[in-house]
């Protein structure tokens, strides 16, 4: 399987690239990972620099799926049905510290939330791996979730 995730921005905080790191190692026997950063806009018209990322997502020309906190609620045993229905390729996007433009909010093919509380963009870049890997390990029955 391929999945493809793509946000805006690159990682600064160091405990969370090793995170990053640390999944993206666990997920190799289960799937092809690739990150797409696209550049992260700066300045004070937040509307303006969403529509400008927003076009560099759109401009990638394929479907998504979108986290967005107002998305559907999954438990890992229902993300991980979800994950094996979108085999054998699912693209994830997850916005910068303002989220999506409207625009990207309305192409996503689906959209899903990774909790009900508001969490940092690069904590849900985190986040989001280690739930796509026990997703991986529900399907392949493996030990780590419980």
């Known amino acids: 399987m391929k999945i493809r995730l793509i ?3 690159r990682t600064k905080e160091q405990f969370i690239i090793e995170g990053i790191r640390k999944y993206l190692k666990l997920l190799k026997p289960y799937a092809e990972v690739e990150i797409n950063e696209i550049k992260e ?6 509307q303006r620099m969403l529509e400008i990322e927003g076009e560099r997502i759109l401009s990638l020309k394929t479907s998504y ?4 906190e107002k998305g ?5 045993a229902e993300f991980a049905e979800f ?8 693209n994830f996007v997850l916005g ?6 409207e625009k990207v909010k309305g192409m996503a093919k689906d959209s899903i939330a990774l909790s009900k509380m508001t969490l940092t963009h690069e904590m849900s870049r985190m986040l989001l791996l280690e739930q796509i890997y026990r997703a ?5 029955k493996r030990g780590y979730h419980h």
Do not use: M
């Open 7 to 9: 946000w805006a921005g």
């Open 41 to 46: 806009e700066k300045g004070k018209d937040i």
């Open 65 to 68: 799926v979108l986290l967005d």
């Open 72 to 76: 559907k609620n999954f438990t890992s």
């Open 83 to 90: 994950i094996g229905r979108h085999r054998p390729v699912v």
């Open 96 to 101: 910068g510290a303002y989220g999506v433009s």
């Open 136 to 140: 991986f390990t529900i399907i392949n």
